[in-house]
């Protein structure tokens, strides 16, 4: 049995399930369930096969506003092949090849999980947060909103400091994480529901 992902970070990976899925917002998202292949870790890829990983998210390609999230949709076209037609989402004629994905921590009734927040093609070299935005446009971003920011800034308390490093991935043989694909999807399901959705 597959081991539910445990930490945040760079993947690579095969997709195994996918589907479409509308929310009572009107939104709309292609769910994609995927199997890790390989995680970024350090500045090299490390081979995850032998962990039997897995991980799944929603990706919202169109807002609650009807407006198209065009740079996801651009990503998911460039990472798994996808032609843009929603019906080979729904008869399963769409064969996604493998990407890379990035994965981030979701908090819901005091659980955590981490799914699928991008895509990507899966020889993109990973930036890790690579800066291109002018010294001069810095300043004026300071200039325009650092008082809003700042004023955000004050109200966090400062975040617990980390013990150690990534754990290291489950073996095949581990007990299943917490967090179940179960209540991973029940979790998504009531936010859909209730309609507590970014999009």
Known sequence: MSQALDRAGIFRCRITDYGLNEAKSGAVAIYMKAIIEEAFVDGEWEDWKSYDVETEGYLYIVKK????????????MRGTGWNGNFASIVDGTWQPTPCQIS????EYNGQTSYRISWVDDWNREPKGGATNVAPDKVKA????????????????????????????????????????????????????????MPF
Do not use: W
């Not at 506003?65 to 740079?71: G, K």
């Not at 994965?103 to 979701?106: E, G, I, K, V």
């Open 103 to 106: 994965c981030d921590a979701n």
């Open 141 to 196: 971003l300071n200039a325009k909103y650092g008082s809003q920011f700042r004023a955000l800034a004050g109200k966090r308390q400062p975040a617990a400091p980390s013990n150690g490093g990534p754990k290291t991935p489950p073996a095949r043989t581990a007990p299943p994480a917490n967090v179940t694909r179960e209540l991973a999807t029940t979790a998504a399901n009531e936010a859909v529901a209730t309609g507590d």
């Open 65 to 76: 506003d009807e407006t198209l999230n065009t740079s996801l949709i651009e990503a998911v």
